[in-house]
């Protein structure tokens, strides 16, 4: 099957029940039996439920992977991942990542005895020097968030394979649209369903996907015993999301596009963030990894502060001012006062999240309203 005939038949069966052809919201918490054990394959909606099942088998079809897991939201997944460690396990970690995830690293489990290293991994290598016998885990954003830095997923497999890691990524910004990190050698796919998947700003959702049984077990075990799981209704509308997951992509890629191009035009624009550019540092990797560049896009004007990136996403009339991204409406955002907001200054600007970062999720409205958008905020 192919990915665009995936997103809406991959793992889907009709409902056995009345051959509804959209599975229903199962809205309960248990099922009858007929005698103790005696059921259907469900028992409580903790550890399994019908619709949040067909969504999973969905989420494993789309990334090419073999079991999926729902989750409340994509932190829960996350957590769900580190939980598959020991006080004493080092994990090696993108550097600039979303400041949820450093927040549920740093301020969460490093309290729980789990060492971080945040290293900058667009030169692979790098990341065998922070390789030590207690590392259990690489953890890889890509593109990264805000800066859209690109890390090579295959070099970082060989490396983790190499020493008996494993290798998470996340894949929010990509989506399988665009990138298959199973394909290139991870272990798990992590996903905020609340972006793209989801892709009307109207859940917040996570999604984990694995190919390999023993680990899927762990971490059904782990999501039935922690139960961070996501409800019916919320299962339902990220399903019927990914539905339409390969037309949006489509035009998020195309406008993203567009924006990207006019900025970097734009005479009063310093910087353009988008790993489409020629010149981006890791362009040639993102070529390889990725079937497209995305719509998401940080840009800085020129002698910009933080009072006037302020200004410049409060003007924006489409493009809402917003945390999150990847719904069919535009959004903008600023990361030093918003998403980032929970990483220290300094640490922030090491990476490059300075106070006049302006981040932007390209919808698929008109290209024409967008940019004229654009043009009249930043004058
Ligand atoms: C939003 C986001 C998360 C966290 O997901 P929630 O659904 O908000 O919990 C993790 N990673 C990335 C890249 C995100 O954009």
New binding site residues.
Partial sequence: MKFNTKTIHGGQKHDPAYGAVMPPIYQTSTYAQTTPGGHKGFEYSRTHNPTRKALEDSFASIENGKFGLAFG??????DAVIKLLKPGDEVVSTND??G??YRLFTKIFEDFGIKFHFIGMENADKVEDYVNENTKLIWV?TPT?PMMNIIDIKAIAAISKKHNLLLAV?N??ATPYLQRPLDLGADIV??????YLGGHSDV???ALIVKDEKLAERLYFIQNASGAVCGPQDSFLVLRGIKTLHIRMQRHCENGEAIAKYLKNHPKIEKVYWPGFEDHPNHEVAKAQMDGFGGMISFVTKGSDYDSAIKIVENLKFFTLAE???GVESLAGHPASM?HASIPKEEREKTGVVDSLIRLSVGIEDINDLIADLEQAIG
């Fill in positions: 939201s994509g932190l829960a997944a996350i990542l979303y949820g995830t954003e968030n996340d929010t910004f992590m996903h905020s369903a609340t972006k917040v959702m996570g999150s991204l990847g998403t």
